[in-house]
T-cell receptor, first 111, second 114 residues
Framework: QQQVKQSPQSLIVQKGGISIINCAYE??????FPWYQQFPGKGPALLIA?????SEKKEGRFTISFNKSAKQFSLHIMDSQPGDSATYFC??????????FGPGTRLSVLP | DAGVIQSPRHEVTEMGQEVTLRCKPI?????LFWYRQTMMRGLELLIY????????DSGMPEDRFSAKMPNASFSTLKIQPSEPRDSAVYFC????????????FGPGTRLLVL
């Protein structure tokens, strides 16, 4: 069974700081790695994803970095804002429509 | 569009009772997914449908769990009999195609089995 390791479990960042969340996977059915954002009481929502024909993808303040040889990818949130406070999940594809999700990182951005 | 609609939002039941969770996907979405989220196991895919047909139910934990999609606008996830370890948040999601970029999650049903 594919496992995805995610760290840290929780993260506290000052407003304006950089939040960094890391994920490592074992094997994948294909190369596509999404990150999800979940606010309390809500379902997860796709935040950003990368197809590793590139090693980095940036969308606004959010950047995914991917290291295929190390089987690792990370999410960077630049200029973190209190509104970014949420739980973040990485995921890796198992095959078909099935993704294995990381255990989540609870991010708190202090004002 | 109203998004993915789930009902009930909260359910408290006693062990042994039957529980039925309901989902209305976004109109025009051909894929429907049921997930379960717990502190211990995180977010897990239970089953997904394509054009109302179950495609992969390998994540369904036991025979006590069953899911149906009688038409394109409605799906149910049933647990019979329920057990305390089934307590979790159950999410329904739908997508237009196979790409996660088109997948949208519902607000979830928080189930507590006493």
């Amino acid at each position: 069974q594919q496992q995805v390791k995610q760290s840290p479990q929780s993260l506290i960042v000052q407003k304006g700081g950089i939040s960094i969340i890391n994920c490592a996977y074992e094997n994948t059915a294909f190369d596509y790695f999404p990150w999800y954002q979940q606010f309390p009481g809500k379902g997860p929502a796709l935040l950003i994803a990368i197809r590793p024909d590139v090693s980095e993808k940036k969308e606004g303040r959010f950047t995914i970095s991917f290291n295929k040889s190390a089987k690792q990818f990370s999410l960077h949130i630049m200029d973190s804002q209190p509104g970014d406070s949420a739980t973040y999940f990485c995921a890796a594809p198992m095959g078909g429509q099935n993704f294995v999700f990381g255990p989540g990182t609870r991010l708190s951005v202090l004002p | 569009d109203a998004g993915v609609i789930q009902s009930p939002r909260h359910e408290v039941t006693e062990m042994g009772q039957e529980v039925t969770l309901r989902c209305k996907p976004i109109s025009g979405h051909d894929y429907l997914f049921w997930y379960r989220q717990t502190m211990m196991r995180g977010l897990e895919l239970l089953i997904y449908f394509n054009n109302n047909v179950p495609i992969d139910d390998s994540g369904m934990p036991e025979d006590r769990f069953s899911a149906k999609m009688p038409n394109a606008s409605f799906s149910t996830l049933k647990i019979q009999p329920s057990e305390p370890r089934d307590s979790a948040v159950y999410f329904c999601a739908s997508s237009r195609d196979r790409s996660p970029e088109t997948q949208y999650f519902g607000p979830g049903t928080r189930l507590l089995v006493l």
